[in-house]
């Protein structure tokens, strides 16, 4: 089978092992784990993979650490007999110092530029026993495959801290705006949530309008380094917490990362809730801003303190 053919292929079978290599999509490795749960015999279920891409990486750190049922073998190019000493030297010449010990050793990689530190023992969290002061839905518009439509319920509290509750991608590029929204209403009459405001992405006029008819909108604020520094601010002050239902937000937010070193923009790829959450937070009124963002700034030493093992 092929990687090409997506998901579904893979979906409903119960499989007797599987052999696959190097870089393959993680929902795909999970369904393919998923078949073989109760047929699977030791030693039939073999990845072959160079953590070089990160998001990959953290998936798989994470899947190793909760399993372990699972051998794990480390296997170092610089020890490989079979390869010459002067081929092994011209090899590592040309490797970036970030993903050396990936290649010559097999170790994870050094992350560099990672926008957000984030600790799952902080981050995940229950729902407050206090009132909310809003309930708001931010929403990233998108049109299906690789940048879905993405959506994140939050309560937000009168000292500004603030609950994901849960999440919401659309990723079938086949269905409508009114569709879409209809799946916001659900999930909102299934957790009982009552939206204050919704703050969505501006650039789908036709969606906010279609969504003006349900709920209370706000345009989002998409400047990209104020967003980025309120989220870091409420994570370092342990003011975002997550429900455990949203994997997908903590995944993506662990992922999030800058394009290059020279922190100017970052990589705009499987970030939807993430840009979500980014319109949520600044959405809150001016004078509230104020208070949250007091003496904070995207140039703090302390605030940019972001790179990090996955």
Request: glycine fraction near 4%.
């Amino acid at each position: 089978m092929s990687v090409e053919q997506t998901r579904r292929l893979f979906q409903g079978y119960a499989i007797d092992g599987f052999w696959i290599s190097e870089q393959i999509p993680w929902e795909i490795v999970v369904e393919l784990y998923r078949g073989t749960r109760e047929t699977a015999l030791s030693g039939t279920c073999i990845y072959e993979h160079t953590p070089i891409d990160p998001s990959l990486a953290v998936e798989l750190k994470s899947f190793i650490e909760q399993n372990k049922t699972v051998r794990v073998y480390h296997l170092s190019t610089l020890h490989n007999f079979h390869i010459s000493d002067d081929w092994k030297a011209s090899f590592a010449s040309l490797l970036p110092d970030e993903i050396k010990n990936t290649r010559l050793y097999g170790h994870f990689p050094q992350v560099v530029g990672s926008v957000f530190a984030i600790d799952p023992e902080r981050i995940f969290g229950i729902k407050p026993f206090k009132s909310p002061k809003y309930r708001v839905i931010g929403i990233d518009w998108g049109g299906g495959g690789s940048h879905p439509t993405a959506c994140v319920f939050a309560y937000v509290y009168d000292d500004l801290s603030f609950y994901v509750t849960n999440e919401l991608i659309i990723n079938d590029e086949n269905q409508t705006v009114t569709e879409n929204i209809k799946k916001i209403k659900q999930i909102c009459t299934d957790i009982n949530f009552r939206p204050s405001f919704v703050v969505a992405d501006s650039e789908n006029r036709l969606a906010n309008n279609e969504l003006s008819k349900h709920f209370t909108i706000r345009t989002a604020n998409k400047v990209l380094f104020d967003s980025i520094d309120r989220i870091r601010f409420l994570l370092k002050t342990g003011k975002l917490t997550i429900s455990k239902n949203c994997q997908n937000l903590f995944r993506q937010l662990q992922n999030y990362r800058f394009a290059d070193k020279s922190k100017v923009d970052v990589i705009r790829e499987d970030n939807d809730l993430v840009d979500a959450l980014r319109y949520l937070v600044m959405s809150i009124p001016s004078t509230d801003i104020k208070t949250i963002a007091s003496g904070h700034s995207r140039y703090d030493t302390a605030a940019n303190d972001c790179s990090g093992d996955l």
